[in-house]
């Protein structure tokens, strides 16, 4: 019989992995999570399974719908845009926050970018999901520095829905590493308010890539089934399809 710790420990690893595999979106936008199939790839019983998924949805990353089970969120364009205005107003605040720490004459800046600005440096050219990622660390180092755990816990909450959206946004900008790189060494450097007007660029560039961002996302599915109509046409022949 298991112990306390190693139900926790087995819950923990349940969690994480699960979590991870809804944030960079392993599976389809409405798909079913189904908890049997989930818990046999696992190798776990379903109780971590449920407990795991039931902490997803309180964190706003699945849906649970009565009697049918667990799905994918499927965010609207307008849902996402919330999610980057939300950020935007969070990590304002956080810095608005740093600012008025400040002592005169003393610039202690955020050490703490300075890994992450070597990182984004010395990649010649960084994945879009690091890009993604490095993102949401600035967001989360911001409000760490502001000392409001709560703020920390809703920037973080926010990262995590809008990561895969974040992932696409890097897909269609040409040098997203090169802004990033600038970011954490205004950050690093203390200029606060140079890293907010940056801020404020980074969140205007977003709302407008957004829409062709939502048609990236749709465009491979229409892609698939483009191909397999051509797939049958041509089976079928010119002349099966002019009946």
């Known amino acids: ?59 706003g990353l699945i ?15 307008a849902d ?34 300075v890994a992450l600005n070597k990182k984004l440096k010395l990649s010649d050219s960084p994945s879009d999901e690091i890009i993604a990622d490095s993102c949401g660390a600035i967001f989360e180092f911001c409000a760490r520095r502001s000392g ?16 895969h959206i974040r992932v696409c946004e890097s ?4 040098t997203p590493v090169i802004q990033l790189i600038e970011i954490t060494r205004q950050g690093i450097d203390g200029n606060y308010i140079d890293l907010k007007t940056l801020f404020d660029e980074q969140y205007s560039r977003s709302v407008v890539l957004l829409p062709h961002v939502m048609r ?8 698939v089934a483009d191909e397999s109509a051509a797939r049958v046409v041509g089976v079928l022949g010119a002349g099966a399809v002019a009946k």
């Not at 798909?31 to 696992?42: F, K, M, Q, S």
């Not at 849906?63 to 364009?77: A, C, D, Q, W, Y």
């Not at 990236?216 to 892609?223: D, G």
Request: glycine content about 6%; proline content about 4%.
């Open 1 to 59: 019989m298991l112990s306390k710790t190693d139900n926790l420990n087995i819950i923990k690893r349940v969690y994480n992995s699960l979590k991870a595999s809804v944030i960079s979106h392993q599976f389809g936008a409405g798909e079913r999570l189904n908890i049997e199939v989930l818990a046999e790839d696992l190798r776990v019983s379903i109780t971590p399974v449920r407990e795991s998924l039931l902490r997803l949805v309180a964190e």
């Open 80 to 113: 996402i845009r919330d999610l980057y205005e939300m950020n935007h107003i969070l990590t304002t605040w956080s810095i608005n926050q740093l600012m008025g720490d400040q002592v005169p004459g003393l610039r202690l800046g955020m050490p703490e970018l």
């Open 148 to 163: 409001n755990l709560e703020i920390v816990g809703r920037v973080k909450n926010v990262n995590d829905r809008l990561n």
């Open 63 to 77: 849906i649970n719908v009565p009697k049918m089970g667990f799905f994918m969120r499927t965010l609207s364009e």
């Open 171 to 174: 897909r269609m900008e040409q």
């Open 216 to 223: 990236q996302r749709i465009l491979p599915v229409i892609a």
